[in-house]
């Protein structure tokens, strides 16, 4: 976009003379695979200069014992139930909230999300834990006079005038959280911590995974098996810690000492 600005004020004579984003030498004098053969794939091309590749950084996942901090730090049944969904659904944070009562149904653990992109409805499991959290939320909320019925909204606000939980009455319940736990948790941090949590299981499979979370591309969900840093460094502790702790092997016998004489001599294996 840079690029093409500065094309236009150079054509028109109303701006610098030289392009300070400029093609690779090579795209000079041509577009974009202008001589492609139709029967062969694209291949990649160098596009411009002074382009750095932007990184790609792996999602951040919250530790179970973090998590378990961050769970106790709450302090109502409402934001214990949207933890709970939200850490074991994998749901957006806006997909959660949209739903309404007769979305949950506890019986089948199941919950109803419209998803973000698609705008499709999706039921998607969670916890057990989840669903007791939610009816001990409601039954304290309609004690207060909170609105009731199938149609209604799952998640209100605490206190009068009764209003429906938007993203950033949510977002702002965390963030007390955090400052309590001096922590910088987001709430599609809990996406991703249930995502690692199910694409680690070698008990599910990935396109399971891919389901449940609502991509449209496997190559997005296979973002979650990659291990964290603090992971590998504890498999790495834990291979040096086996290895130190394995007795050290004899050497093998000189040639021309038969084994089994030697195992009858030394009390070895029959």
Do not use: C
């Not at 499709?120 to 409601?138: G, K, T």
């Not at 309609?142 to 005038?161: F, M, Y």
């Not at 249930?194 to 969900?221: E, F, K």
């Not at 502790?237 to 007795?247: F, G, K, V």
Request: proline share 9%; charged share 25%; net charge positive.
């Amino acid at each position: 976009m840079l690029r093409t600005f500065y094309d236009f004020h150079l054509d028109e004579g109303t701006g610098p003379i030289i392009n300070p984003f400029p093609l690779d030498r090579s795209r000079r004098n041509s577009r974009a695979h202008a001589h492609h053969n139709p029967l062969e794939p694209f291949r990649p091309e160098r596009q411009g200069r002074y382009r750095p590749k932007v990184p790609k950084r792996i999602p951040r996942r919250i530790p179970d014992e973090l998590l378990n901090a961050l769970f106790a730090a709450l302090k109502y049944n409402r934001d214990r139930a949207l933890l709970a969904f939200w850490v074991t659904t994998g749901a957006r944070a806006e997909e959660l909230l949209t739903s309404r009562v007769k979305d949950a149904l506890p019986g089948q653990q199941l919950i109803g999300v419209t998803r973000k992109g698609t705008r499709a409805y999706q039921q998607i499991p969670a916890s057990a834990d989840a669903f007791v959290w939610l009816r001990l939320a409601q039954e304290e909320a309609w004690r207060k006079g909170a609105p009731r019925g199938h149609n209604h909204p799952l998640w209100w606000t605490l206190r009068r005038p009764w209003r429906p939980l938007n993203y950033h009455a949510a977002r702002a319940m965390l963030n007390r959280a955090n400052d309590l736990l001096g922590a910088n948790w987001t709430l599609h941090d809990l996406r991703h911590t249930a995502a690692y949590r199910m694409a680690r299981d070698p008990q599910m499979s990935l396109t399971d995974v891919q389901w449940v979370l609502g991509h449209a591309h496997l190559s997005t969900t296979e973002i979650y098996l990659a291990a964290s840093q603090e992971e590998v460094i504890e498999q790495v502790l834990a291979h040096h810690a086996r290895r130190a702790q394995q007795p050290a092997k004899p050497p093998a016998p000189a040639p021309g000492y038969n084994p089994a004489s030697l195992n009858t001599l030394f009390g070895g294996r029959p």
